[in-house]
């Protein structure tokens, strides 16, 4: 079945750590997304990317880095600037330049250590 | 930017009874409204979407509806049922992007 994998499901940091969370895609899909969610809240755009080798900052894009190298991978790295990286981090795809998020994976969790 | 406003906060009702959530956004150029259903510990999944030249849109026991004078969008959830308790999101997102503003999310339980 065709779908988004995020790994690892739970990860840790300590104080000054930079760390990378995997989001790989067999869809074919062109576009990809990543967003944090925090309790109680909705959706919040860190980065995008409409095509290999090009993607574009999001809402609060402060702390974070991407890369896109190859169509089904978009990882995306927490650097120790992001001072608040406790979240539930979510990676979402989509057909085609300029549609929105269709299918999303199962995200990871990341917390302080 | 867009803001996107969701009530209620939570939600419970009994098996079989009917469900609505409703949402603000306050952008007018916005023009694709989708709701997402995220279940405890999983990704967001699309459910159903309307965009602005269609008022109401049905999908089996779900349905969304738009009213774009008053820039408010609903979602409607008949005879439900316990597998339908999670916590829903509505977004908005403007013709110009591709960018959604999400609601902070709605907890529906339905009680056996």
């Known amino acids: 079945d065709g779908g988004i994998t995020q790994s690892p499901k739970y990860l840790f940091r300590k104080e000054g750590q930079n760390v990378t969370l995997s989001c790989e895609q067999n869809?074919?899909?062109?576009?990809m997304y990543w967003y944090r969610q925090d309790p109680g809240q909705g959706l919040r755009l860190i980065y995008y990317s409409q095509i290999v080798n090009d993607f574009q900052k999001g809402d609060i894009a402060e702390g974070y880095s991407v890369s896109r190298e190859k169509k089904e991978s978009f990882p995306l790295t927490v650097t120790s600037a992001q001072k608040n990286p406790t979240a539930f981090y979510l990676c979402?795809?989509?057909?085609?330049?300029?549609?929105?998020?269709?299918?999303f994976g199962d995200g990871t969790r990341l917390s302080i250590l | 930017g867009e803001n996107v406003e969701q009530h209620p906060s939570t939600l419970s009702v009994q098996e079989g009874d009917s469900a609505v959530i409703k949402c603000t956004y306050s952008?007018?150029?916005?023009?694709?409204f989708p709701w997402y259903k995220q279940e405890l510990g999983k990704g967001p999944q699309l459910i159903i979407d309307i965009r602005s030249n269609v008022g109401e849109k049905k999908d089996q026991r779900i349905a969304v509806t738009l009213n774009k004078t008053a820039k408010h969008f609903s979602l409607h959830i008949t005879e439900t049922q316990p597998e339908d308790s999670a916590v829903y999101f509505c977004?908005?997102?403007?013709?110009?992007?591709?960018?959604?503003?999400f609601g902070k999310g709605t907890l529906l339980t339905v009680n056996p």
């Open positions: 869809l074919n899909h062109d576009a």
């Open positions: 952008d007018s150029a916005s023009n694709y």
């Open positions: 979402a795809s989509s057909t085609d330049r300029g549609s929105r998020p269709q299918h």
């Open positions: 977004a908005a997102s403007p013709r110009s992007n591709y960018k959604l503003t």
